[in-house]
């Protein structure tokens, strides 16, 4: 199935140069002068090799055909990622190196998608927005509210993002997964 290349996100896997590949980075740029283009950083599922390309927003990419499950992420065991299926209970671990980008937007019991592709697992695909506990931010002092720009504040799964002056401690914050970027105060 054929998409735009704006329409793909981390995660997703596209077959390109005869290859299948797992988006691992994607950066949306609209320079001053010229068309908006988007940068994919891509990891090949057979040989590992990276590759970051550039596409027009009229350039269109090859979906892979992967068969897709509902599964509940449960826990880490060491350096993997233990997973449910939601049908048929049964628990999937995936190494960790194959997550290290999506992760920090997972917390325990939370759904996702994981795709498979000739029944290996091959990525997971994350919610659009996840909603993360704030942990450690610095306080805003009365007077402060002027300031422009965020502040740096660390979430619940150790990710850390910029975020507006008045967000605190233990204050629940949506986040969006594939730019990583503060969305909105819950």
């Known amino acids: ?68 499950r509902q599964m509940q992420y449960l826990y880490a065991d060491g350096d993997s990622y233990v997973f449910m299926d939601n049908e048929s209970y049964e628990q999937l671990t995936i190494p960790g190196d194959e997550l290290e980008e999506q992760m920090p937007y997972l917390l325990p019991n939370t759904d996702v ?18 909603v993360l506990e704030v942990m450690e931010t610095e306080v805003m002092l009365k007077g402060q509210t002027a300031a422009s720009g965020g502040k740096p504040a660390v979430l619940e799964t150790g990710l850390k993002i910029s975020v507006p002056q008045f967000v605190n401690i233990g204050d629940k914050i949506k986040v969006n997964t594939d730019t990583g970027e503060y969305v909105e105060r819950v």
Do not use: C
Not at 3 to 19: D, P
Not at 113 to 130: K, M, S
């Open 1 to 68: 199935m054929k998409i735009s290349a704006f329409e793909v996100r981390v995660g997703n896997l596209i077959e390109y140069q005869n290859k299948l590949w797992k988006i691992h980075k994607k950066n949306h740029v609209k320079p001053g002068k010229g068309g908006a283009f988007v940068q994919l950083e891509m990891k090949s599922i057979g040989d590992g090799t990276k590759l970051n390309e550039r596409f027009r927003s009229e350039d269109k990419v090859e979906k892979a055909h992967v068969e897709q």
């Open 113 to 130: 998608v994981i795709n498979f592709h000739n029944e290996n697992p091959i990525g997971i695909d994350l919610p659009a927005n996840v």
